[in-house]
């Protein structure tokens, strides 16, 4: 990988799979404030899973690529397979001891260990 995957900024593109349970929510969560951190900056990961030009030559183009999803079944890591994509850095959070649950109380520590992941590279 890619060593200024851990530097992040503008050259960063961030992908957040946005499911609908804790997981999902927790990375869109960690995503938005990485990017507001100025780690890198969020994308639609919907654009490129409807294969909108401008949006799959984005993520082609962009130098460093992380992708995270919240449990194994993968969704954002298809989207970017469908589009022929390879993330430089892809994370699933369940397998950071997270439990998936359908609860959407995100827990600070949570947030934050997902972060550190993603920053660790």
């Known amino acids: 990988m890619d060593d200024s995957c851990c530097e992040g900024g503008k050259?960063?593109?961030?992908?957040?799979?946005s499911g609908g349970s804790n997981v999902g929510q927790l990375?869109?969560?960690?995503?938005?404030?990485?990017?507001?951190?100025?780690f890198g900056k969020?994308?639609?990961?919907?654009?490129?899973?409807?294969?909108?030009?401008?949006?799959v030559q984005s993520a082609k183009?962009?130098?460093?690529?992380v992708a995270i999803d919240g449990c194994p079944v993968g969704c954002a890591?298809?989207?970017?397979?469908?589009?022929?994509?390879?993330?430089?850095?892809?994370?699933i959070i369940t397998e950071l001891g997270i439990v998936k649950t359908h609860s959407f109380d995100l827990e600070r520590d949570q947030i934050d260990e997902v972060?550190?992941?993603v920053k660790a590279g």
Do not use: T, W
């Open 11 to 17: 050259e960063v593109m961030l992908l957040a799979c």
């Open 115 to 117: 972060k550190n992941c």
């Open 27 to 38: 990375s869109n969560q960690a995503v938005l404030e990485l990017d507001r951190e100025g």
């Open 61 to 65: 183009d962009v130098p460093v690529l």
């Open 42 to 55: 969020m994308f639609c990961l919907v654009g490129i899973g409807g294969h909108l030009s401008g949006f």
């Open 77 to 91: 890591k298809a989207i970017l397979d469908h589009a022929g994509i390879e993330p430089h850095r892809y994370v």
